[in-house]
């Protein structure tokens, strides 16, 4: 699937990882889905993990470098609903395109 130009994964490559990493949803939001979108931004993502399987900070951080090598070396920056500012947490959850929905 190709995210946007130059930004690209393979579907079943992404479900084995989220599947492995205990993730339910996977989801894009921030510059990636923007016109402001650079070849040097970060990717900025939306997860859920699947009940009981939330892991703490040092696993959050192996997660988002393995998800940055799958998306060609970009710095990820993975963040949960209750991980953003409730002052822009909506605005998240409305713009944000789902990658990965075990659902």
Avoid: W
């Avoid at 994964?9 to 989801?27: N, S």
């Avoid at 696993?59 to 060609?72: H, S």
């Amino acid at each position: 699937m190709e995210i946007r130009p130059g930004l690209g994964l393979d579907e079943a490559v992404l479900a084995e990882f989220c599947q492995r990493r205990q993730i339910r949803r996977l989801m894009l939001f921030g510059s990636a889905l923007r016109a402001d979108f650079r070849s040097d931004s970060d990717v900025d993502v939306l997860v859920e993990f699947r009940p009981g399987a939330e892991p703490g900070l040092l696993r959050i951080a192996q997660i988002e470098l393995e998800l940055g090598e799958l998306l060609g070396g970009r710095e990820v920056e993975m963040r949960t609903y209750e991980d953003l500012s409730p002052y822009f947490r909506d605005a998240v959850r409305e713009q944000a395109t789902t990658l990965y929905d075990a659902a």
